[in-house]
């Protein structure tokens, strides 16, 4: 058995072997996969929070992803067609800017989440589940029947948009940039869960009584927990539509949030690096599966029943051999 | 905006919300019983209508195409509750939610597989299409007034098997206490399979029913699914009532919604705005209900207090 803290050293070393590897031997595609496993791994660890930390099964965290991808799309829309966004009361201009992207995306998608997180903490357990799959729905529609946007068919940015200082349109300084954002994450997330506020959060998990009696309000707990996680995987779609270049209803679409889920559970549930073993699995199966078969969800789905009835505690779990996250 | 048109969009809010109203019963008594989230459920909506069109092609019979799509769910239910959804059972939501996460891509590839990826069609047999005249002069699809019709027969035969029959006590006696239910000698996992198979049963039966209008192709569960757990939401979970109610309340809102809400915009901005800001909000509109409905009774209608 490995200890987990060297298996996360290997993770984390893939990320930067394979593509320095890619860079050398100059192979542009793979970049690209890893890119996509770390704003995938990006998006899981945002949700790690509330599930892994706070116990709160979001099936709507599309909504946050879709919301990163449509600021990143609007803005960058109105940029390269030279029209204002707003003209009244104050004039909103587009922008090409990853930074300000980035920062609309993180305040738009923390504000759904404060009010999709208020209404749906009102309950728990299986209502939590199905409220927070019919926001996600809600949004779907939304940005179906919302044309001025492109509807159904989406919108597609002709260029990526810019970092003060890189050139993004090389695949390999765009991976740096996803890669950096995801260590300073995961940083963040390692940190968060050894603060006051993450311990507390951790016990309203757990015993919300408890809590409670020493005066913590749980719900708040869970609800700022839920406000941070959707915030992060807003700044992965934000990315995610910056990797594609194309942002479309999809990402608001309940199997988003299914794969986002999934990521976790192949990972491993709670753990730091759960979400980014789990992105990196996922995006070689859908490599490596989806040349073999055009069906490869088929096996995607046995695996993930496998691992969800016999192997608890995903990949990191069994390879590390403690079923457990926490101790 | 006249009265007819009035009239014919409350009935088809009403089919609408009947045919929701199969898949939500399924899904609360499900709940109710054994404890389990099924998302899965939506599969059996589309193994229904694949079964009832491969039937219907075969055969040329709709009543045979029914009794398949019936059959085929049913089975289906019975086979996955045998093989993986009895494991679930003591685990938490979230291992439900991804089992039956699964599940789903395991069920729509493999349709995907069999099937092809193009729609089938499933026709509306000669002796229910055509319109037909209601009293006041409105023409209405027959096809449609069957679907009412059939819906709320399915309903009361549910209320009656769940009211009045051994087996109904027994359910709900399991979704009191299941401990004490099998203390007292009845096999409590052929309950929870025969439970699993009749809700599969009306979900096969709704996708079959509905296919002959939509077209019947793989994901076309999952919408409806989404909009089932809408209702049990808004009706409270394990309350047969509640998915009723919450149901029709869900199927007026949203075909009325699409219907008046631009028309009502139009009173107060240009039509063009109107049109698309009104489809806009009447695609939220049954999600605003949800929302609102959660604010005043986070238990939903007729769900327990806690």
Known sequence: ?327 | MSFILLVEQVLNGLQFGIMLFLMAAGLTLIFGVMGLINLAHGSLYMIGAFAAAAVAGYTGSFVLALAAALAAAAIVGAVVELVVIRRLYDKDHLDQVLATFALILVFSEGTRWLFGSFPLFLDIPDYLSGPVTLPGGIQYPLYRLFLIVVGLLIAIGLGALITKTRIGIQIRAGENDREMIAALGIDISRLYTLVFALGAGLAGIAGALVGAIQSVQVGMGEPVLILAFVVIVIGGIGSMKGALIGAILVGLTDTLGGIFLPELLKLVTDPATATSIGSSLASMAIYILMGAILIWRPTGLFGARS
């Open chain 1, 1 to 327: 058995m490995i200890g987990e803290r060297y298996l996360n050293a290997a993770i984390l070393a893939i990320f930067f072997v394979v593509p320095a590897w890619a860079y050398w031997a100059n192979e542009p595609f793979t970049i690209t996969l890893m890119t996509r496993a770390a704003i995938f791994a990006l998006a899981a660890v945002g949700l790690n929070i509330a599930l892994g930390l706070g116990g709160l099964v979001s099936l709507g965290h599309a909504v946050f992803f879709g919301i990163g991808g449509y600021a990143m799309g609007v803005l960058a829309f109105h940029a390269q067609t030279f029209t204002p966004l707003m003209e009244w009361p104050f004039v909103i201009e587009g922008t090409k800017s990853m930074p300000v992207i980035w920062l609309t995306a993180i305040v738009l998608s923390a504000l759904a989440a404060l009010v999709i997180g208020h209404l749906s903490l009102r309950t728990s357990g299986v209502y939590f589940i199905m409220i927070t799959l019919a926001f996600g729905q809600m949004f779907f529609f939304f940005s179906i029947s919302w044309s001025a946007y492109g509807g159904e068919d989406g919108l597609s940015i002709y260029v990526r948009n810019g970092f003060p200082g890189l050139n993004t349109l090389q695949p390999i300084q765009f991976y740096g940039l996803c890669l950096s954002i995801l260590c300073v994450v995961l940083w963040f997330t390692h940190r968060l869960a050894r603060s006051p506020f993450g311990l507390a959060l951790n016990a309203a998990r757990q015993v919300p009584q408890r809590v409670e009696t020493v005066g913590l309000d749980p719900t708040r707990l869970k609800l700022v927990a839920f406000v941070i996680s959707g915030a992060i995987t807003g700044l992965a779609g934000a990315l995610f539509a910056d990797l594609n270049r194309f942002v479309s209803p999809t990402m608001f679409s309940w199997q988003m949030s299914g794969e986002i889920m999934v990521f976790i559970i192949i990972g491993g549930v709670a753990r730091l690096f759960g979400p980014v073993a789990g992105a990196l699995v996922f995006v070689a199966l859908e490599h490596f599966l989806g040349g073999l078969s055009e069906y490869w969800l088929v096996y995607l789905g046995a695996l993930l029943l496998v691992i969800v009835l016999f192997g608890r505690g995903g990949v990191i779990g069994i390879v590390s051999g403690r079923e457990k996250a926490h101790g």
